[in-house]
């Protein structure tokens, strides 16, 4: 009667132990890679396109959550274009991502908001699908940029234009308020370009 009870005991503890192993989501073989870089990402464009981040391997990014008309839009756009315009060319991109969530002031379709981005305000560089930035359907980029980098008052965003400024090597190395004007980034940009 006693080995009896023993082998029950030691098959229930193998059989815990082989569903603990199991569920395990840090040693399945199936769960997915956790994001170390932003080139871990694939994002849509304007035109519901797959874009990898990849694409941007060792180029520096600032990554922008952008709307049309809110109060802090002609400044951002005028000095995002001028910066984008100086560096382009030496390894330099900008990524905006249009999102509604602040004061419901980017409501347009994609096309609505391709065409204001880049007639209205001259952008140049590439326009994204837009997107959530907080929130259970914040996308995963942002989720992993919120992560990389808090903000004073936490992680999420708290309007439209906080920017995020990623390194040659894919990492998250700044990340700056609404109200912080881009040309005020110039410097780091520089030292980041010139980074070997």
Known sequence: MQ???????ASFLCLGFAFLFYFNPYSSPHSPMPQQSIYDFTVKDIRQNDVSLNKYSGKVLLIVNVASHCGLTETNYRELNALYEK???QGFEILAFPCNQFGKQEPGTNEQIEE???TRFKAEFPIFDKIAVNGKEASPLYKFLKKQKKGIFGDGIKWNFTKFLI?????????????????????TIQSLLNSS
């Open 167 to 187: 390194n040659k090597e894919g990492k998250v190395v700044g990340r700056y308020a609404p109200t912080t004007a881009p040309m005020k980034i110039e410097k």
């Open 3 to 9: 080995l009896r009870a023993f082998w029950n005991w």
């Open 87 to 89: 560096y382009k060319d």
């Open 116 to 118: 204001a981005a880049c």
